[in-house]
């Protein structure tokens, strides 16, 4: 009841409204920058990664600001008034804010550290996509298949996040096409490398790699031509797989090179 007198005394009644007003607007600012942003990021997709960072920043500031100025008008701070709300807020509020405070923390950690940024393409765990939000409290992952998963920004210091682009337009693509082991892969390697190189996918201008190893699937061993390219944009990496194993799948038919198969050997004829 005590504590309860406490915020009575440090609140101003006429000021909630106030507080609760600059808050909405600081909410419909913030929308606003993102969706600028967005719109930017459209018009010069060049530049994107750098305007939707930059705009991340910017909504941390307007809410720093906001939540500042709406705390201004609805609590009394004087020098009696900050020390009573400080004790009933580290009492109150120390345990059920832990976590949410660590996800600040964290997500501050993050924007200077820059391990990723939003419109980079990231895994974490058995999760792939693009950063499409990154937030005080987690960040936001849209899938290649358009699911939006949310990762509390504590896991992602925690955690091991690998990230393909490292803030770049372009991006490394793995491709693996597997082949018989008695097929023709001289072929196999010509016909790769021709999809590759035709693809109007494919950024030619960074280095890339036909890797050919002799591998176990299952049963059956194989040789798998893995193709190492970059992808022109993030937005066309599928578009490049689809392109390319489109074209080497098409070839391999015509040429009539086939899919690994069990072989068998002949047995030795049984001594007499």
């Known amino acids: 009841m005590v504590e309860f007198d406490k915020i009575l005394e440090v609140i101003r009644p006429g000021g909630i409204v106030s507080g609760i007003v ?21 018009r010069w997709p060049s530049n994107r990664l750098v ?33 009573a709300l400080a004790g009933i807020i580290a009492v109150a509020g120390g345990f059920a804010l832990k976590d949410v405070a660590t996800s600040v923390l964290a997500g ?7 391990p990723f ?22 960040v936001k992952l849209m899938t290649l298949d358009h699911n939006l998963v949310t990762i509390p920004n504590g896991r992602l210091l925690t955690d091991v996040v690998s990230c393909g682009n490292a803030g770049a337009i372009s991006m490394m693509v793995q ?18 490398t021709d999809a590759i190189t035709t693809s109007r996918y494919a950024y030619l201008r960074e280095p ?7 591998v176990t699937l299952g049963e059956v061993v194989a040789l798998r031509l893995r193709a190492k390219v970059y992808v022109l944009d993030l937005g066309y990496e599928k578009d490049l797989e689809t392109d390319v ?10 040429a009539g090179l086939s899919p690994p198969a069990i072989l068998h050997r002949p047995l030795p004829a049984a001594a007499a």
């Open 51 to 83: 305007l939707q960072h930059s705009g991340s920043l910017l909504r941390y500031a307007v809410w720093g600001l906001g939540a500042m100025a709406a705390l201004f008008l609805a609590v009394d701070l004087s020098r009696q008034a900050l020390t």
């Open 175 to 192: 491709l693996d096409f597997h082949l018989g082991v008695d097929q023709d892969l001289a072929a196999a390697r010509r016909i790769v």
């Open 108 to 114: 501050i950690t993050l924007l200077v550290d820059r």
């Open 245 to 254: 194993t489109s074209k080497v799948t098409l070839a391999f038919a015509e």
């Open 117 to 138: 940024q939003v419109g980079d393409r990231i895994t974490f765990g058995e999760h792939y996509g693009e950063v499409v939000a990154m937030g005080l409290r987690s």
């Open 208 to 214: 890339w790699k036909l890797v050919v190893s002799q």
């Open 22 to 42: 600059v808050l909405g607007f600081t909410w419909l600012l913030a929308e606003a920058i993102r969706k600028g942003m967005a719109t930017w990021s459209a």
